[in-house]
């Protein structure tokens, strides 16, 4: 089963629920440790943030409309399956502006949710939820078998699209609207810029519309990783493994 050609049938939705409610499970029981236990991530220059936050967003979305518009040719990842070498030129112009934010800004990766304290437990929870998905998609035997040569170069793939785009927004945009708004309405409001962020994918290249609305659960649940473990870590290494086994069908 590939990222463009999902059929609208039960199957693809049970799967996806299963998933799903299996993230919050798993947060629900792993996050209330004491390990994840923070302080809030704050800036003293909000209003400055909130500038260069919008200023970031604009480049990228208007980056997305002309990537999947054909108005900017991309030369990354000729051999790679599917639409996976535009996202992942997308996500790594997108992390380069970014980065080049931070290193203005003088801001460590703590306020991009890659700090070093959590760094140990949002592994041990993502490696959790990474196999979960594995046997919740009953991919295993499959990978035991081994993988094709394309697949390993989709995993590469994805690790850096995944990476890329969840410290982008999970990261340098959700931190800062939690900050500015509150929690609640930084983690929804980032979802939803995601969701815009991705929408040119589907208007422009035909995709089918059950997979945006999964992409849609997908940002919400990622959001909801990052607020409960407060690093990047955990949603990543899930978020990786849950669409790479998508390919493997």
Not at 28 to 56: C, D, G, H, N, Q
Not at 84 to 110: C, H
Not at 224 to 248: C, D, P, Q
């Amino acid at each position: 089963m590939s990222f463009g050609t999902v059929i609208f049938d039960t199957r693809f939705w049970i799967a996806n629920l299963s998933e799903w409610l299996g993230v919050v499970a798993v947060i629900m029981i792993l996050a209330t440790s004491k390990r994840f236990i923070r302080r809030p991530v704050v800036f003293k220059y909000r209003r400055r943030e909130m500038i260069t936050l919008l200023s970031l967003y604009a480049f990228i979305l208007l980056a997305a409309w002309a990537v999947y518009g054909g108005l900017l040719p991309f030369v990354i990842g000729s051999n790679l399956p599917e639409q996976l070498g535009a996202r992942l030129a997308l996500a790594l112009a997108a992390l380069a502006a970014a980065a080049a934010a931070l290193y203005v800004r003088r801001q460590p990766l703590l306020s991009v949710a890659w700090g070093r304290p959590l760094l140990k437990p949002a592994l041990q929870v993502g490696f959790a939820l990474a196999i979960m998905s594995v046997f919740l998609r009953q991919r295993i035997y499959m990978i035991i078998d081994g993988v094709s040569q394309t697949e390993a170069l989709a995993l590469l793939a994805l690790i850096a699209i995944v990476v890329a785009e969840e410290t982008v927004f999970r990261g340098f945009i959700q931190l800062r609207l939690a900050d500015r708004w509150g929690d609640l309405a930084g983690w929804l409001v980032t979802a939803a810029l995601y969701i815009l962020w991705i929408l040119p994918r589907w208007l422009l290249l035909g995709q089918p519309w059950q997979t945006l609305v999964a992409a849609a659960v997908m940002a919400v649940l990622m959001g909801y990783i990052m607020r409960k473990s407060g690093h990047n870590a955990a949603g990543v290494l899930f978020r990786t493994i849950s669409e790479w086994v998508v390919l493997l069908a």
